[in-house]
Each structure stands twice: as C-alpha cells, then as structure tokens.
C-alpha cells in the first residue's frame, strides 16, 4: 500500500491538490477531500483497469469527492437559512474563506477573477481549473468529467464567456 | 479590444494562477490514510470473532439480565452531584465534583453511602473511577461517551439510573444533558441531532437522523463517533446500528460514506490510563492501542502501555514507570499481579486509582478478578481489600442519577 501511495503522491499529489483547492477553496477541506481520495484509491486500486490514465482516474474520484462535499456543505446552508431564517445570510456565509497567501500576493485582477470563479456552475468552474490551471487537454478534461469531447467544448466555450461577462459587469 | 482578444487573454489569466501547495508532509498525510484504513480492517476483523468472545457474551447476557428484571418503577431521572477527588503526581490532593446538569440538591451523601468508600489519609474524600453494583438494588447502567479535549480519545461514561423506567429509549436520546464538557474537561459528540430507537428486545437498534442531517466535519470525527458508538452499545444484543433518515434507508457519515447500518466492534484487550485537562475531573480513559499503533494482545502489554504519560494529550500514568511487577494470567478467571514496594504506594489516591485502572483493563481482557499484593503496603487501600481477590468493576467513571 505504501509504495502504491508513494507512488501516486510523488506524481500527481501537487496536481490533485490543486485541482481540489481550486474547486472548494478551502484549505482545511482540500485536505479531508484529498485525504478521502486516497483512501478511496488505494481500497480500490487492485480493481483499476486502465481504461483512463492514473491521473485522470485520480482526478475523477477527486471530483465526486469534492461533489460530496458541495452537497454537504448546501445541506449545511440550508440548515444555517434555516436557523437565521433570511435568505440573504447564505450569500455572507459563502465567501468566508481569506484568499490564499499565493492569491493574496496577486494583483488586484487576478484576485477578482479567482472570486467570480465562484459565480460559474460547477460544471463551468471544473472546465476552467482542469483546461487552464491544471492545463488538462480536452480529452483528459473529459475524462476526468466523464463527458463527451463536445461537451467539454461547450462547457468550456460558455464558462469563458461566462467568466468575461462577469469581469466586464465589475 | 474585440471580444475574441478579450476572452484570449482570460485563458492567460486563467493559466497564471500559481500553485497551491498542500502544507502538510507527505508522512503526516500517509499516517492519517493508514489510520483511517486501519481503523476499517480492524472493524471487519472483529466482525468475524465478535459472536465467540466469551467476555463480551458474557457482558451482553448481564445487561440483558438487568434490563428484563429490573422493575420499572420510576419516571424521571436526575443527577446527582457526584464527588471525586483528585491527585496529581505530587499527591496533592483536592476534591472536585463531577458534572452536574439536572440536579436540583446534593445528593452526594448518598452516593457514598452507596459505594461504601472510606476516608483515605490526610482526610480527603476518595473519588470514584469505577462502580460496583449495590448488592441490594442492581441499578441500571448506561453507558454513554465523550471524548477528550483534543478529540483523539474516546472516554466512557456510565450512568448509574437509580430510578427510572430502565428504558434505554430514555438516556440515549439526551446524552447532552448528562454531560457538562466544562466541567469534566471533554468534548461531546453531538448526538442531540442523533434520534436512537432500541426495539425488538435490544436486538435492534435504529439511529434516525433528519433528510438535511449533515455528519460533523474533520476527519476525527468519524473515528469519535465510531469509538463512541462502540462503547455505548457494545453491551447490548444488536451487533450494528441500522442507519436511517426520515425518507431514506440510509446515512450519509462523512468519511464513512452513505451507510445503511454501522457495525457496533467490541471494545476489549484495553489498557485504562488517567485523563485529567487542567485540573478538572480525572477519568479512567481506555486506550486501544499504543502510541505507535499496536494492539495489546496480552495484558503485560497493556500494563507497560499504563507505565507512559502523554502530558500534552492529558493521559497520566497510573502506573509509576519504574516500578518492578510480575503478572501471571495463567488462569484465565482470575489475574495475579505483585508489585514490588514504590515510594508512590500506600493508602492514597495514587495507589487507588491505579488499582482501578488496573482493575478494569483486567475487565477488558476477560478476567473476573485480581489476586493482587503491593509489597510494604497495609492490605487495606481505600475501600479494597488486598487479602481477598478483587472483583473487576461494573463500570467505569460512573455519574449517578437519581
């Protein structure tokens, strides 16, 4: 198990961190989520039949766990609405989070488009970081999502449109 | 600037954000996957033996005794002020009292009156880290679990019901109002979103949860629960909780995943250490494995594991470390232990609580009870008797409702 976990850490443990930093935006939860992964990975590992690359299998069961966790954490809104009973309360909850030191560091542009990263779909926002950040060709990026090639396209297409609009409108 | 250029240098925008670095090392991450993984294969080895364990068996059939005959006289509980005193290392000695949530008065004449306990030297009041049945009336026992301020431990505690209908339905489903966290230096899971139901005979029981129930975060959590669970329901029939929420036949547990039932591991072959958090109350705390993660299969091994004090974590040694003892187990009823004469023993707090602790790791391995001789001490040591062999516990840290 040890080496198995050597080895997926030293090739792809940067890259998945990333990937799952980017999407929640949480340094406490990335290490839970990434954590669940590997576990998830190693438990299930002798059962991997190649049909993807590591990487893409990896990023994969990342993005079902970070998909979990969005679920939780929108129960766990929904109680909090509940609880203060004023809807407008969600929105103040959703950017808690301080910028990261390395965003912090950036200038003012960067960060406001690491924030409206937030104001895509969660479809939208795993196009950008896998095709741009991660820099994942389309066909790993369908992969990773388990979409067709198209589809990727047209995510892709409509989250940088998207993305525009809202730098525009600020 | 045309709408093409413009999304084109988004796309270079998009690709310049740096890297995010996971800030903690790759052993620290590798130990807490194998902890975890660990924790689920030791879960699944146990299922196999559970139903042989003799002590356990032996413990289920108890409690089972107890809840069929006992009369169900009485309707509402209350807590009693239960007084402990304490002792550190230095055997300086104070009396604290144990957590107080629906007591009215100070019932703690009683409670001595009950366990019979004696002025130790110096006058102080002995505390209680174990119970014995009251040969007249064998009061239910509850046992429900908190865990330390770090979250790393899980503690049981033992509720004493000395008047009450003796339903279970009745103490599981207000753990939080047995427990001031202030008061005994721990943290309490939260049940109160946690409905459990025990139905047919004990045999079954159900834990229901609201559709929207969201499992606490952090990864500690799944292990404290899990460890919680285990020590509140291992007495009883049911090998496993079955899981439900209003509309589905399933939980989601966080790292556990989406679970239809839980399977409730016996908790044995334990090595019972002091836990104290600043100077609030001590408690008996078990311990399951030590600190490098190894099991104790035999009770030496508990015993040199109840030698180590882990003062950042609270966790006290009730043995002194250097000590000289000999253990024979050759009888599989009853545990014969000699210690060689220390500067620590006599009839003080000290040599009490190790005597308890000792007492009830003997429990866990499945003995019955303790043949034990401290050499240059007086046989008598609080309420024991070291000239006849000592019976093991009913519980361990008890509060006793009224």
Known sequence: MKTTFDSLYDQYHNDLFQYVFYLVKNREATEDIVQDVYIKVLKSYDSFRGDSSEKTWLFSIARHTALDYFRKQHRQQNRLAHFFNKDQEIGKLKDQDPLPEEIAEMNDEMKMIYRLLDRCTLDQRNVLILRYIQSLTIHETAQVLEWSESKVKTTQHRAIKKLQQLVAEE | ?402
């Open chain 2, 1 to 402: 600037m045309d709408q093409n250029k413009r999304e084109k240098q988004l796309m270079q925008k998009l690709k310049q954000f740096p890297t995010i670095k996971d800030e903690q090392s790759k052993t620290t991450l590798y130990q807490s996957i194998e902890n975890q993984l660990n924790e689920k294969q030791a879960s699944q080895h146990h299922s196999k033996f559970k139903w042989i364990i003799p002590s356990i068996a032996s413990a289920t059939l108890i409690v089972l005794i107890i809840i069929m005959v006992q009369p169900q006289w009485f309707q509402n509980d209350q807590l009693s002020d239960t007084p402990m005193t304490t002792q550190d290392h230095n055997v300086e000695q104070k009396d604290q009292q144990m957590a107080i949530m629906e007591s009215e008065e100070d019932d703690s004449d009683d409670l001595e009156d009950l366990q019979g306990f004696e002025t130790l030297e110096g006058g102080e009041r002995a505390g209680e880290l174990i119970y014995y049945h009251d040969e007249s009336n064998r009061f239910p026992i509850f046992t429900i679990a908190v865990s330390d301020r770090e979250g790393q431990y899980v503690i049981p505690i033992s509720l004493v019901s000395t008047s009450s209908t003796g339903d279970p339905n009745d103490y599981y489903n207000r753990i939080h109002t047995f427990i001031d966290e202030g008061a005994l230096g721990v943290r309490l899971f939260p049940f109160e979103d946690i409905h459990f139901e025990f139905a047919n005979q004990n045999q079954t029981i159900y834990m229901t949860v609201d559709d929207d129930y969201q499992f606490p975060q952090g990864s500690t959590q799944a292990y404290i629960f899990q460890m919680s669970i285990n020590f509140m329901f291992a007495d009883y029939p049911a090998t496993s909780l079955t899981l439900r929420t209003e509309s589905h036949d399933y939980i989601d547990l966080g790292p556990l995943g989406e679970m239809e039932s839980l399977e409730i591991e016996e908790m044995v072959h334990l090595a019972y250490k002091l836990y104290q958090d600043e100077n609030r109350e001590r408690l008996l705390v078990p311990l399951r494995e030590t600190l490098s993660g190894d099991r104790f299969y035999t009770i030496d091994e508990a015993f040199v594991e109840m030698q180590q004090t882990e003062e950042e974590q609270n966790i006290y040694a009730p043995i002194p470390i250097d000590v000289t003892f000999e253990v024979d187990a050759a009888d599989s009823n009853q545990l014969k232990i000699f210690f060689e004469s220390h500067a620590e023993f006599g009839n003080n707090t000290f040599t009490k609580e190790m005597i308890e602790s000792i007492l009830m790791t003997a429990k866990s391995f499945g003995f019955s009870e303790v043949d034990l001789t401290i050499d240059g001490v007086d046989s008598e040591i609080s309420n024991f008797n070291l000239n006849d062999p000592l019976p093991v516990p009913d519980a361990v840290n008890p509060i006793i409702l009224h």
